[in-house]
């Protein structure tokens, strides 16, 4: 078995949707295992300077959107590049992820239609009942891992993922550390699969 992925990530993340089952089908071809990490990505941008979204340069916000659009053609993927709700605090859907993986579920399906819900569906994923629906809809026992998740061990662990992604100088999300070595943003999965591949 090769060494687990650890995967870093926000639910609220554009190129995390974009990149969600790519890389799923990626870590199934080669048989790795994946460690959720979800992080608080505004304590990261704090950390390296990096102004939100809507804050920054205009030449910059453009080209995301053209960006956006084309990885969104080359996955075969809808998406919004303006959601109805966008911004959105993601922390409940993060936490709800790390929950799962904490009582031995697989959190991969609950992730990709958290993110599906925000880019494709025009959900808000900041609404305990969008959240709730989610779960419920993939057979979860739902009020186990909501109040989970609203627990203080499962913040402490948000907490300590986001540190741990400060302290690899990590950039953004969705990066994927294999072997120690990180893969910024769901255009690397190419050559992630070819470091898989060796």
Avoid at 45 to 69: N, S, T, W
Avoid at 99 to 117: C, D, I, K
Avoid at 164 to 183: C, R, S
């Amino acid at each position: 078995m090769k060494t687990a992925i650890d995967y870093y990530f926000t639910s609220l993340s554009p190129y995390a949707y974009l990149g969600h089952n790519t890389f799923i089908a990626l870590a199934n071809k080669h048989k790795t295992n994946i460690h959720y990490k979800p992080i608080k990505l505004a304590k990261l941008f704090a950390e390296l300077g990096v102004l939100p979204v809507k804050q920054r340069p205009q030449a910059r916000q453009d080209y995301r959107l053209i960006e956006l659009a084309r990885w969104s053609k080359k996955r075969h993927l809808s998406l919004n590049l303006h959601p109805a709700f966008f911004p959105a605090d993601p922390s409940l859907a993060d936490r709800c992820a790390i929950a799962l993986q904490q009582v031995g579920q697989n959190p991969s399906e609950f992730v990709g239609n958290v993110l599906a819900a925000c880019w494709a569906q025009e959900q808000n994923i900041a609404d305990e009942t969008v959240i709730r629906q989610i779960l419920t809809s993939l057979n979860i026992d739902t009020d186990s891992i909501v109040q989970q998740a609203l627990s203080s061990e499962i913040d402490e662990i948000y907490e300590v993922n986001t540190i741990e992604a400060i302290e690899k100088g990590l950039l953004g999300v969705p990066t994927y550390v294999y072997q120690n070595e990180p893969f910024w943003g769901q255009d690397r999965l190419d050559l992630l699969n070819d470091e898989l591949s060796e």
